[in-house]
């Protein structure tokens, strides 16, 4: 037997057929009622984004502020809008995603006491990460986030920055390209 | 003069440690929406929030 068919009741077809190579192969159904995924149905890790700092941009000493991320990488749901660099959950696409940022602040002299990257969830902090250098000032820093949130449609998503120096300090500064990214995307559920 | 600078002059006993987001009591932030940084939290124990017109 070459191929099973198996016939609609009213209409189409469905055949099993095994590939045209050598060997014995096994395939074994789950004992669960339920819709076997195949490749041309198969979920996707979408909607899927990733932005960068285009510019490198001014931070201000002791003041928390928005990051920048004007150079969208891709975006497949048209969900980054780099006008507000926010994150939107688009309609239809709720569920849990994997979200992560990278910041380099930098300042021009070593001053650089805490920089702290916080990810807002809907203009508030949901995660933050930072680094504490009051210690032995730095002339730069670096900080990683990744988390997973269970987002509802709407909610949106900002990253911000924070930087202290010294009193007095100035030149604070995210720094552009691979060093400042912002992306995500739902997990397949 | 930013207004962390501002904030200092007026209040000239204020640390950097005072604007800490997590343990501080004085949160500025900037929303880079093209209004400036503004006060979005004062909680300090002892000073009075500043004014718009110390501010201005």
């Known amino acids: 037997m070459a191929d099973i068919v198996l016939t609609g009741d009213t209409s189409g077809a469905i055949t099993v057929a095994a590939p045209a190579v050598a060997g014995t192969n096994t395939i074994t159904l789950p004992a669960e009622t339920g819709t076997i995924v195949t490749s041309t149905s198969a979920a996707t890790n979408t909607p899927a984004f990733s932005a960068e700092l285009g510019t490198a941009q001014t931070l201000t000493n002791i003041t928390v502020t928005k990051a920048l991320f004007d150079n969208q990488l891709f975006d497949t749901d048209n969900a980054f809008d780099t006008s507000t660099n926010r994150f939107t959950v688009p309609t239809g696409k709720a569920g849990i995603y994997s979200i992560s940022a990278h910041l380099r602040l930098a300042t021009s002299a070593s001053n650089l006491n805490l920089a702290v990257m916080y990810l807002y969830k809907n203009n508030a902090i949901a995660k933050y990460a930072y680094n504490n250098n009051a210690s032995n000032p730095l002339s730069a820093n670096s900080i990683a986030l990744t988390t997973l949130l269970d987002l509802n449609v709407g909610d949106y998503l900002e990253i911000f920055a924070y930087m202290q120096g010294a009193i007095t300090a100035s030149g604070l500064s995210l720094n552009t390209g691979q060093h400042t990214v912002f992306c995500g995307h739902r997990l397949i559920t | ?56």
């Open chain 2, 1 to 56: 003069m930013t207004l962390s600078e501002k904030i200092m002059t007026i209040y000239p006993e204020l640390t950097t440690e005072d604007f800490e987001p997590m343990e501080g009591t004085i949160v500025l932030q900037d929303n880079c929406d093209g209004k400036g940084a503004y006060i979005a939290k004062w909680e300090h124990p002892t000073l009075a929030k500043p004014t718009d017109e110390e501010l201005s």
